[in-house]
């Protein structure tokens, strides 16, 4: 066990700040955030359907998810539906905008991580990613979190996360008071 491990903590936050920061950067002349273009794409794959299952794969809480779904339905590119089953579930309809306005977002995105993984050869990558995906099982092992699903694409919700949702439902306002009564929940 390294006796930097903060230093190791330390240097990943900064590495997803940076990927993050020269996303938005890229990505901006479209009209779009990396968070906003990660749920466009997760709700275009099939990955997730609803706030609450986008909430779980991205390791947010309900409330952001909800706010970036305001800011894309204000652009036009998603709305929400409710389900005919039951009228409580939300659904993301990714509308046909979508696809203009995100045609060339995967190459700025890869772009961007070619930039931060320049001069590592195949072998580097695939050893990054496997070291990677191994902490994460080590430490989905250890607190019983969803780390994993990052990996595995695993829908299970971790405790922390129901507890947000919770609270949410029972208490919380929708974050833009113009948006009352058109919540995106569950």
Request: proline fraction near 4%.
């Amino acid at each position: 066990m390294p006796e930097d491990t903060d230093d190791i903590a330390l240097m990943l936050r900064r590495l997803t700040a940076s990927i993050a920061s020269q996303a938005n950067e890229r990505l901006r002349r479209h009209g779009l955030t990396q968070s906003q273009w990660r749920v466009l794409s997760l709700v275009a794959q099939g990955q997730a359907s609803t706030p609450k299952e986008l909430a779980v794969l991205l390791s947010v809480d309900l409330g952001a998810v909800c706010r970036t779904l305001y800011r894309l339905e204000a652009k036009q590119l998603c709305r929400h539906v409710r389900s005919s089953e039951d009228r409580r579930v939300v659904r993301i309809d990714v509308t046909g905008r979508r696809l203009q306005a995100v045609a060339s977002a995967p190459a700025e995105i890869a772009e961007t991580m070619n930039l931060h993984l320049g001069g590592f050869g195949d072998t580097e990558i695939a050893m990054l990613r496997a070291l990677l995906t191994r902490a994460l099982a080590n430490g989905s092992r250890v607190d019983g979190s969803s780390s994993s699903s990052l990996s595995s694409g695993s829908m299970a919700p971790s405790a922390s996360t129901d507890a947000g949702l919770r609270r949410r439902r029972n208490g919380g306002m929708p974050p833009d008071p113009a948006q009352r009564g058109r919540a995106f929940r569950r």
